[in-house]
């Protein structure tokens, strides 16, 4: 997911605002610090590439370049540290380094037919590396296959720091023209050899001679081209990555290592990215799939991976490549091909990284690339580059850096966020493309800054903050942004960072040279302060920027490492004046502090800088500042580097305050808690100047620090400040903490130390650190505390007389209230704790100190609202009713009640005093149970109120009734009148216009009695009141029209209305006419007695018969009520019971719920709807009594209604039923079907199909039976009359018994809507009934009956094999049937047509049959010529009726025989006459009597032979055996039969045993059982037999393909019949790498050979639910070949296209296991690895083998393959290690190398080779010695094979150097085969000078030559060292120099006895000349030759300069020019 884009700045915008980020420091003489350009004549670098900077040894850098001769190398730099004294480093001759000759050997080709990367020139070398198929050089913008972006292609740098030193590893990609050209869009050959520089003590060329360590070249004879590597970190492994030639090869990577003293590949594999492969398969295939740039080591959740970037091609198009990242396992433990990846298209790369906006989303990212990628923490970084692209849309596009987390996946590929750089835009700064990334950590995980080399043509160097995925310019941590951007002056691509230098470091990308620049990350972005006074204080300043170190520096004469400086801004260094430098400190690499000086410090004079503008630049230094400052003995200020910033301090005068304001208003003045009255934080405005919009103006308060608070600028007169920490809540500026919940509503500010009022101190700073004292001060007061009169009335104690106005109140004068603070301020702060303004003042009563007495307290009430107004508000107290007599203390109080529901008071309280006198009579008071006008509606009666049992008649006590006055004082003998008081029932209602009276009630019980009554001294009495209630009256009777009635419910409804009120009122004198006393008195009625049961809500219940059982569906409800009419709810005695009795002249029966009891004391009995079931009766009134004792009980009528629709049949006999004969058809006599409702009344044409149902239906009838078929008339319909009759019924072969005939609708019709409806339907309604029952007795034989001899009912029939008697070596003899499977003992009975057993004797019966006599006789021929001729022949002939011939006899008594004789007429029409004959024949027909009978059983259509398909070849074809057999005998052969047995005894009955079926298949069989002889009256039965499959016994194979076998190995073509259900599987394969082999299926057999298609295992019963599934597993000998499952299943078992490639699946399985489906798994998707030979004899066998069952195998034939590879056959006991010599042999003829052709399973071809081949030797580490196969044996260089095997009987290495040699052994079309052989130090042979102290002297008299020390090597030019043996005389003379033109040497070499010796000694590897003069020697160069016998020399040289002054010296001949004249003179020299 991706924000919403920020608003960016364009890029005009961005460019004014960029900083630059990176500082080259300057010196005082201008002269940068860190930069240098190197020479082509001395260093001879160019172009670099890359650098690595080495963490092990400090300073030291390798940069890759090329040298002056354009071939690649790795340069070395020891050290770009600080050059000081002591410590070489970094000086003007640029970094220290090694001479040219002391640095690594360039990176040469292999031999001159090789080019590396760069132009070289040499031989076909007029190019760059052409990269593949689409970069001839370095100058295409195309991208090539593998992704290179740059000249030369990849070219990088990586480091192994893994060890005590570190290693440096470095690539060079090789390329050749080809010398026959193969593929002429690439005619170009490639390889690439990977160098490793091992580190250590010394420097990177000391370790080999100049020499790299170790190399790996990649093998095969697929052209390679390396794109990118990186060393796994934990293991110190490198991890490469190479694309080959040919582009449908997939690419690879690799795993490098140092092993066994050699640099080897120890594993490769194809890439192979399963989520690509989802999405596009045929691009996985390719080479350019992946076209990396780059490659990072990541360790993602503590494993170590590579995450290689580039761009792949995403679609089958060569325009949809899009940038890509790919991340793989670094281990050797499972590294493979797939990884995690992640694809950059669909828009994911925008418009401005791109520059083109494409028209379609999906393929916009089309021209990017990712060309640098580097990891930080958790997260990666990637950057952006072109790709291919020629629009000019493509230069408008910027370089993006996109943020990923390390931890992406196939399934998670968003990245976090993007980094957008300035690009090519208008106004762009040319950040174009990423080449290049280094990250400076801050030491967290993830944070630090991003450098990123970027451009094309020039170069910007950008920084990136990191750490997170915020991308705001708010951002403060976790941020992503860019930040500043530095122009270079050259182009570059090498850039690293230094940790311990926090250094930048570049080497440029420039012809002829090379500039390396170290570049200060110390990079200054703010100061804090920004300002400062003049004088007066000297400011802390901040300096916040990043890349500071902070190394302390102590002693050396410096007290700080680092330093600020103040002085003028300029580009003239000189403007600091030397009192503006000052010591700082590097806190953090981010923040530094140093002191600001005055500003007359940092002026050069006063009238000019600072001291005059104010304004001052501030540069930093990391050279230190000195202890001694004033001396500065060390020129430090001189010699340090500073950085150039451009950040500047600004100086300012102290302003002063003329006045200060709060909220707008003088003096200023603020509450404790730092708010205003309206509770929002107080202002101070300060005025007065002049001041400054620094930004940072603060105010103090008491000079406290805590109380510091950010000013805001208002002008240069005024600024103005909060009092306290602000916040902001619900919309409000307030005081923190208020508003918080937890908060005090005075909290105090936190400065302030109590609540007391005070004044404040102000000061205030325009900087944040430098403060300034006001001369004002800030009054503070305290919070609100009580109510203060502002006047009140006089005297202070106030009387009243007792009075009340009209609303019954006595008023007191309105006061005036403010509050104030403990001192008596006045406050106007009045914001409450609910959040809104105004406090409450309370008024209360002091009962304490106030004449109050038993009376009820008077409430104090007021009349206004009682909230202030700011701080102020005016009360009228009042008293509810006028008071009794006495003083009245009035407490006000003040209180915040804005916080609903509660109040809280202030500490102060204010109190006045009332006076209350006596009033006049004016009100009435009854008791008992007196109650004020309030209480009249609530439930509660005083406690001296009368309670009551309810009853009919209910007696009242005596009420009394007293005078009083307005003050409710009784007024007894004081009123000397007598007045009339009356009384009456009533509710609690005011009559309209009442004058105070009540509603009299008008329910309930009824009030007598005397009603009114005159008071005496002040009381009147009322003593004979009464309460009655009406009794119950009438009947309730069924049939008759109820007249019960009750009265109403004394205490109403539910005891509502049990509270009574008597009103008592008068007319009083003193009240005003037409006003009334009242005075109400409350008395109770509670439950009383019982007396009678009622149903409650009684209505009749009305009962439609419907069903004959129809339950009451109404709840009926029993209550007990009192004599008061009273419903009871709780009565005294529990556990009481209603019982329901029948009730009326016709009792009902019913059942359910019939009596009810009573468990709660609730008096209510409750019989819930359907609990009382009642039999429908015919139509009537009946009645229900509920009873219970001593109770008057209740009557429920129940009224009884013909049904609404037909509920049942009646079947009504008409025919015969009883004692039928069986027969074939027995009939039943006619019925009719009567429709009938629920109480059996007759429906007739009421009938209807359901309820509301409004129309007649038809009912279709059929009538059934479940023990007899019926035929003949068995449906019939209504028509609507609800009447179905029937007649002709018949059943078919009735059973004797009973039978019952079962009626039923099948349909219903309505014809009026129209509509039917069938019974099929799921909500058809049936009727009930409808069966009748008929009887039958035996009748006449009919056929056989068949039943088990055993418990069960019928006979078992269900049968499962099993094997039988059977072992694993005989199984196979059983594999078409099973042994044997026993079937039941069967009895046989004779039976009627009805099924009925017969008993006793049959009758006999006849058989006949028919015997011909005699053939056919002709006669009477006649032949008629025909008519017409050419129609076709007919015959036609008659048959006359049968002619007896002769009696009838009888050859047995019980036999009778006849001669018959039939003849028959025959016409046969030819064309050309008509025959006609007759034609008799005579046959016997001989008629038997039987009275005996026999049965037979027999299997017709059983099978007798087939062929079984689940069996490999010789067991695949079985003949089946008869399949029923008796007592282990086939049947009998004649009949098919077994013996026949009798059917004997009076049950007629015979027993069929011992029959069996013997290997049966699975399936269904037919046992037929018949009599013999036939008896035609007893018909054969047959029996189904089902045989099941037995338990799983055996594995089962696919059989294979015999149509092949012997003749050609298995492709699509001999697959037979894959639509087949179970086709061949093929079982003979040529061997290859990968041999896809056809499906194999297995089947789970039982021991019949069937396959269960359930799920089975041998431990399972056949089709057992709960069994588990088999599983089948496939075994091989891994010995013979690998197994695999593969990707593509249709390329399996066919012989795929050149580019269909089967590969293994990436994911494999640990084992080759299924599970069966049906019996049945197919192993498919399989492939052999490379499998090794195997015949028909000894076949590769797979094995199939299951839990429990027997295995079977499957035997492959494996045939030789194709030449795939060579193998070596080497010597027994070849050593491997060699002495070097100048003819090192490796091999003889005795003891030659072999080298064998393989195919892919390791087998050789032997005789399937028919090609002749050469192969080919090489090295490219030594020289071969000619003719390896023997003199005269091959050619130079190879040996050609005789059959399969090359011999190579005289390998020799001429003269090779101590390494590790690989020989290579080469064929074209087959895999190269090598052997590695080390080569050690051999016999010493030759010198060698290792050591020259001088070259060079200056000529005198005697030169002396410095020691010159040799070496002895041996014949590879190793040295021998301490191995050497020999003692040798060493020779050194001069042998060459200058002469005279006479050829006289011009020096005299100084010798003993004629020469210069030393000896050699033994077991010394070195010797040396310290001897060697030379005397007067002439200026020139000398040789001198070093030898000795038998050892080869060698030569050294020096030089003889002109040395000093000596002698003079005259030439020999001196020509002189004077005038014309030319005079020739010679002087003589003695």
């Excluded at 930069?35 to 670099?48: C, N, V």
């Amino acid at each position: 997911m991706h924000p919403c884009p920020h608003h960016r700045p364009t890029a005009r915008a961005r460019a004014r605002l960029v900083r630059a980020g990176l500082s080259l420091q300057k010196r005082r003489d201008d002269t940068y610090g860190y930069k240098y350009t190197t020479s082509s004549e001395i260093e001879g670098d160019q172009l670099a590439a890359d650098a690595v900077y080495d963490t092990k040894k400090t300073g030291t850098v390798y940069v890759r370049v090329y040298d002056a001769t354009g071939v690649d190398a790795a340069v070395e730099l020891t050290s770009i540290t600080d050059a000081m004294p002591g410590h070489s480093g970094w000086d003007v001759s640029g970094p220290k380094r090694p001479a040219s000759s002391h640095q690594p050997l360039a990176m040469s080709p292999d031999d001159s037919t090789w080019c590396g990367t760069g132009v070289t020139g040499v031989g076909s070398c007029t190019q760059g590396h052409p990269g593949g198929l689409s970069v001839p050089g370095w100058t295409s913008a195309d991208q090539s296959a593998h992704g290179w972006q740059g000249p030369g292609g990849y070219r990088d740098v990586v480091l192994d720091s893994t060890g005590t030193f570190s290693h440096v590893y470095s690539a060079l990609n090789m390329w050749k023209p080809q010398a026959q050209i193969t593929t002429p869009s690439d005619p170009y050959d490639y390889q690439f050899r990977v160098f490793r520089w091992d580190g250590t003590q010394g420097t990177l060329a000391s370790n080999n001679a100049l020499a790299y360590s170790h190399s790996y070249l990649q093998g095969g004879t697929e052209g390679w081209i390396l794109d990118a590597m990186a060393v796994n970190e934990a293991e110190g492994t490198l991890v490469y990555k190479a694309t080959p030639k040919d582009i449908a090869t997939k690419s690879r990577v690799g795993i490098l290592k140092v092993q066994g003293g050699s640099l080897v590949s120890i594993v490769t594999k194809q890439i192979v990215p399963s989520y690509l492969q989802t999405t596009c398969s045929s691009c996985v295939d390719r080479r350019d799939a992946f076209r990396f740039n780059a490659a990072t080591y990541a360790s993602v959740n503590d494993e170590g991976t590579i995450i290689f970037a580039g761009s792949s091609r995403l679609e089958p198009s060569d325009t949809a490549y899009f940038p890509s990242l790919f991340k793989i396992k670094a281990s050797t433990t499972g590294f493979s091909g797939d990884g995690d990846e992640m694809y950059f298209d669909g828009g994911r790369v925008t418009r401005e990284c791109e520059g083109v906006v494409s028209e379609d989303s999906r393929t916009q990212g089309r021209f990017t690339t990712f060309k640098s990628v580097i990891s930080n923490g958790e997260f990666g970084y990637v950057g952006s580059a072109a790709a291919g692209c020629k629009l000019s849309e493509c230069a408008l596009r910027a370089g993006c850096i996109w943020m990923f987390s390390l931890d992406f996946t196939d399934s998670n590929q968003e990245t976090l966020e993007k980094v957008v750089l300035s690009g090519g835009e208008p106004g762009g700064l040319g950040e174009l493309d990423v080449h290049r990334m280094a990250v400076m950590s801050d030491g967290s995980l993830n944070g630090g800054f991003l450098y990123a080399t970027t451009g094309t043509s020039g170069t910007r160097i950008v920084k990136i903050e990191i750490g997170g995925a915020d991308t705001s310019a708010a951002c403060l941590t976790g941020c992503f942004r860019r930040l500043a951007s530095y122009a270079t002056t050259e182009p570059v691509r090498a850039l690293l960072y230094a940790p311990d230098l926090m250094a930048i470091f570049t080497a440029s990308m420039t012809n002829s040279s090379t500039t390396y620049t170290r570049f200060s990350t110390a990079e200054v972005v703010s100061l804090t302060p920004e300002y400062g006074p003049t004088s007066g204080a000297e400011t802390e300043v901040t300096i916040h920027g990043s890349g500071f170190p902070t190394a302390v520096i102590g002693g050396g004469g410096k007290s700080h490492a680092a330093a600020c400086r103040f002085g003028v801004s300029s580009t003239s260094d000189y403007r600091f004046p030397f009192d503006g430098w000052v010591p700082a400190v590097a806190v953090s690499s981010t923040r530094i502090i140093c002191t600001a000086p005055p500003s007359l410090r940092a002026s050069l004079t006063e009238r000019e800088g600072p001291s005059i503008n104010g304004v001052a630049e501030i540069e930093i230094s990391f050279d230190g500042y000195p202890s001694n400052n004033l001396t500065d003995s060390d020129g430090l200020f001189q010699s340090s580097l500073w950085s150039k910033d451009h950040v500047v301090f600004r100086y300012y005068a102290v302003p002063d305050t003329v006045s200060v304001l709060s909220d707008g208003k003088y003096p200023a003045d603020v509450m404790v808690t730092g708010e205003a009255p309206d509770q929002t934080a107080s202002i101070l405005t300060f005025i007065g100047g002049s001041f400054i919009d620094s930004g940072m103006i603060t105010c103090r308060f008491n000079l406290d620090t805590s109380s510091d608070q950010s000013a805001s600028y208002i002008s240069v007169t005024r600024f103005t400040c909060p009092v306290c920490q602000t916040h902001l809540i619900l919309g409000k500026v307030r005081c923190y903490p208020h508003g918080l919940v937890s908060t005090d509503m005075y909290h105090p500010m936190p400065w302030l130390s109590d609540n007391n009022p005070r004044t404040a101190k102000l000061s205030f700073s325009l900087n944040g650190r430098d403060f300034h004292v006001s001369v004002r001060t800030l009054k503070i007061f305290g919070q609100p505390h009580h109510l203060k009169f502002l006047h009140q009335r006089a005297p202070s104690q106030l009387q009243y007389g007792s009075a009340e106005n009209s609303v019954g109140r006595m008023t007191l004068d309105p006061l005036e209230l403010v509050t104030a603070d403990l001192s008596g301020h006045t406050v106007q702060n009045d914001f409450g704790l609910g959040g809104t303004r105004g406090f409450t003042a309370s008024v209360a009563l002091n009962t304490s100190a106030s004449s109050v007495n038993s009376h009820p307290i008077n409430l104090i009430e007021y009349t206004a609202i009682g909230s202030t107004v700011d701080g102020a508000l005016t009360l009228a107290p009042q008293f509810s009713r006028a008071p009794f007599f006495g003083d009245y203390h009035v407490n006000f109080e003040l209180q915040d009640c804005t916080l609903a529901g509660e109040c809280v008071d202030m500490p102060g309280t204010s109190t006045l005093i009332v006076s209350v006198m006596p009033g006049v009579a004016t009100q009435i008071l009854s008791h008992p149970g007196h109650v004020s006008s309030s209480e009249l509606t609530s439930l509660w009666i005083p406690d001296d109120a009368s309670i009551k049992y309810a009853s009919a008649f209910v007696k009242l006590d005596a009420y009394y009734v007293d005078v009083r006055d307005a003050g409710a004082n009784f007024v007894g003998d004081l009123d000397s009148l007598s007045h009339f008081i009356s009384v009456s029932s009533t509710t609690s209602q005011l009559k309209h216009n009442g004058g105070g009276l009540l509603e009299e009630r008008l329910t309930g019980a009824e009030l007598v009695g005397k009603r009114t009554s005159g008071s005496l001294s002040g009381t009147a009495e009322f003593h004979d009141l009464s309460l009655t209630s009406q009794k119950p009256s009438g009947d309730r009777i069924p049939g008759v029209a109820s007249t019960l009635r009750f009265g109403t419910a004394s205490r109403g409804n539910s005891g509502t209305d049990e509270i009574y009120i008597l009103q008592f009122f008068a007319e009083l004198p003193s009240l005003a006419s037409g006003a009334i006393a009242t005075s109400a008195s409350k008395l109770k009625l509670v439950p009383g007695e019982a007396s009678y049961l009622n149903i409650s809500d009684y209505a009749d219940v009305t009962i439609i018969c419907n069903t004959p059982e129809v339950p009451i569906s109404e709840l009926i409800t029993v209550n007990l009520f009192d004599g008061g009419n009273n419903k009871l709810t709780t009565v005294d005695t529990l556990h009481q019971t209603v019982t329901v009795r029948p009730h009326g002249l016709t009792a009902l029966d019913f059942t359910g719920n019939v009596a009810v009891t009573d468990l709660t004391g609730q008096g209510e009995w409750h019989f819930p709807a359907s609990s009382i079931y009642l039999v429908c009766e015919f139509a009537g009134s009946y009645g229900l009594q509920f009873v219970s004792h001593t109770v008057t009980p209740t009557v429920q009528v129940i009224n009884m209604i013909k049904g609404t629709y037909g509920f049942q049949w009646h079947a009504v006999q008409i025919g015969r039923w009883a004692n039928l004969s069986a027969s074939n058809s027995v009939p039943i006599g006619s019925f009719k079907l009567e429709v009938l409702d629920g109480a059996g009344n007759l429906m007739g044409i009421d009938d209807r199909y359901i309820a509301n149902m409004q129309f007649p239906v038809n009912r279709l009838v059929h009538c059934s039976s479940t023990t007899v078929n019926l035929t003949g008339v068995n449906e019939a319909n209504t028509a609507g009359s609800g009447v179905a009759a029937f007649s002709g019924l018949n059943m078919v072969r009735p059973t004797a018994g009973s039978h019952v005939i079962s009626c039923t609708e099948h349909a219903i019709i309505i014809h009026q809507i129209p509509l039917t409806i069938s019974a099929s339907e799921a909500d058809f309604v049936f009727l009930e009934g409808g069966n009748f029952t008929v009887s039958v007795v035996p009748g006449d034989p009919d056929a056989l009956q068949v039943l088990a001899a055993s418990a069960l009912p019928n006979p078992l029939v269900d049968y499962s094999i099993s094997l039988g008697n059977v072992n694993s070596y005989s199984f196979r003899h059983y594999a078409s049937a099973d042994l044997i499977v026993p079937l039941d003992v069967f009895r046989i009975r004779p039976i009627d047509s009805g099924a009925n057993l017969l008993s006793g004797v049959l009758p006999a019966f006849n058989v006949t049959t028919s015997d011909l006599i005699s053939e056919p006789v002709k006669s009477g021929m006649t032949v008629i010529s025909r008519v017409q001729e050419g129609e076709p022949q007919v015959s036609t002939h008659v048959v006359f009726p049968p002619k007896q011939l002769g009696a009838t006899t009888m050859p047995t008594p019980s036999s009778y025989l006849t001669i018959f004789a039939n003849v028959s007429r025959w016409t046969i029409v030819n064309h050309t006459h008509i025959t006609e004959y007759n034609l008799t024949n005579e046959y016997a027909v001989n008629t038997v009597t039987h009275t005996r009978r026999f049965v037979l059983a027999s299997l017709p259509s059983s099978a007798k032979s087939g062929l079984y398909p689940y069996v490999t070849r010789q067991n695949a074809i079985l003949a089946y055996d008869d399949v029923l057999i008796h007592d282990n005998e086939p049947v009998n052969s004649v009949y098919g039969t077994i013996t026949a047995v009798e059917l004997t005894g009076d049950a007629n009955e015979a027993l069929l045993s011992a029959l069996a079926l013997k290997r049966p298949t699975k399936g269904t069989y037919y046992l037929s059982i018949s009599t013999f002889p036939s008896d035609p009256l007893l018909s054969s039965v047959s029996l189904k037999l089902t045989v099941r499959p037995g338990r799983a016994h055996h594995i089962g194979v696919t059989a294979p393909c015999v149509d092949i076998h012997g003749l050609s190995t298995c492709d699509d073509s001999a697959i037979v019949d894959h639509a087949a259900e179970y086709p061949c599987a093929c079982a003979v394969y040529n061997v290859s790498a990968i041999v896809g082999l056809s499906p194999v299926r297995t089947f789970i057999l039982d021991g019949g050979e069937n396959i269960l298609d359930g799920i089975q295992n041998p431990f399972c019963e056949p089709d057992e639910a709960t069994c588990p599934g088999q599983s089948v597993t496939l075994y091989h000998n891994t010995s013979q070949s690998g197994l695999c499952l593969v990707n593509d299943l249709h390329k399996i078992g066919t012989s795929s296209s050149e580019n269909e490639v089967i590969e293994c699946a990436a994911i494999q399985p640990s084992a080759f296991r299924g599970s069966t489906s049906n019996g049945t798994y197919v192993f498919s998707q399989l492939a052999l690895i490379a499998p090794a030979q195997a015949g028909p004899s000894d076949p590769l066998l797979l094995s199939f083998r299951s839990p429990g069952l027997l295995g079977v195998s499957f035997g492959l034939e494996i045939r030789p393959g194709l030449a795939v590879k060579l193998g070596l056959v080497l010597p027994p006991d070849f050593p491997f290690f060699f002495p070097s010599s100048f003819e090192t042999l490796i091999s003889t003829p005795v003891d030659p190398i072999i080298a064998q052709i393989l195919d892919a399973g390791d087998s050789p071809l032997g005789d399937h080779d028919t090609h002749t081949r050469k192969v080919r030797i090489t090295c490219p580490s030594a020289t071969l010695g000619p003719y390896p196969g023997g003199v005269g044996i091959g050619e130079s260089d190879s040996v050609f094979t005789q059959r399969d095997i090359a011999y190579f009987g005289s390998v020799q290495l001429l003269s090779p150097a101590k390494a590790t040699h690989v020989v290579y052994f080469s064929t074209p079309d087959i895999i190269s085969a090598s052997l590695p052989v080390v080569v050690l130090e051999g016999e010493p042979v030759r010198l060698k000078v290792i050591a020259t102290s001088q070259v060079k002297y200056s000529a005198k008299p005697l030169v002396t030559i410095e020691p010159i020390t040799l070496g002895v090597y041996d014949a590879g030019f190793n040295y021998v060292g301490s191995a050497n043996y020999m003692t040798k005389v060493v020779h050194g003379n001069i042998t060459g120099g200058p002469a005279n033109t006479d050829g006289v040497p011009m020096y005299l070499q100084l010798t003993e006895n004629g020469t210069n010796t030393e000896i050699l000694q033994l077991g010394v590897g070195t010797v040396t000349f310290s001897n060697i003069a030379v005397e007067a020697p002439g200026v020139g160069t000398y040789n001198i030759t070093f030898g000795g016998d038998n050892i080869i020399g060698d030569i050294s040289s020096f030089t003889i300069e002109v040395g000093t002054p000596y002698k003079l010296g005259v030439p020999s001949v001196h020509t002189m020019v004077i005038s014309h004249l030319v005079l020739l003179a010679q002087f003589f020299v003695p």
